[in-house]
């Protein structure tokens, strides 16, 4: 009986985020089991780079380490990034709050969490291996 209401309450949950949202990043009603689906918009500069996105669609189910394997081969075409192998993704919020996800963590249901707590934010793909040399603060101008 939990697993139901669970389900009920990840409906509305995901009824509440669609309503917010256009339709090309909406999500998927839940199945049986709970798992969603939806399209997500990463972030990426390499150093002296333009920035870069890439959308991708993206399962609940998903790892934050299935997910850079993804967007490695997205973003391949136009960074090389093979070259370089340790990524991480980081959400970043307006008020320069920052995060790195965890390997094991589910960037879709971190998203989903953001409008439940009234937030908004974007997901970073960083290189491990650079250094660091501006805050997250630049990226508040996609804000």
């Known amino acids: 009986m ?11 949950l995901i009824a509440q ?3 917010n949202r256009i339709e090309l990043f909406s999500l ?6 709970g798992e969603f ?3 997500m918009r990463f972030y990426f500069q390499e150093p002296g780079e333009k920035v870069s996105t ?6 609940s189910s ?7 394997d993804a967007l490695i081969e997205k973003f391949h075409p136009d960074m090389k ?15 320069g709050e920052e995060r790195k996800l965890l390997a094991d963590e589910r960037p879709l249901i971190v998203q989903l969490t953001w409008h439940k707590d009234d937030r908004e934010g974007r997901f970073l793909l960083r290189n491990d291996d650079e250094k660091r040399l501006s805050s997250s603060v630049s990226w508040l101008a996609y804000f």
Request: charged residues 20%; glycine residues 2%.
């Open 54 to 59: 890439k959308c991708i669609r993206v399962s």
């Open 81 to 95: 990034m093979l070259s370089i192998p340790n990524y991480s993704i980081w959400e970043v919020h307006e008020n």
């Open 37 to 39: 689906h939806g399209v």
């Open 2 to 12: 939990s697993n139901q209401i669970n389900l009920q309450q990840l409906k509305r």
């Open 17 to 19: 985020w669609n309503e």
């Open 28 to 33: 998927s009603e839940p199945n049986e089991h």
């Open 62 to 68: 998903a790892t934050t380490n299935n997910v850079i």
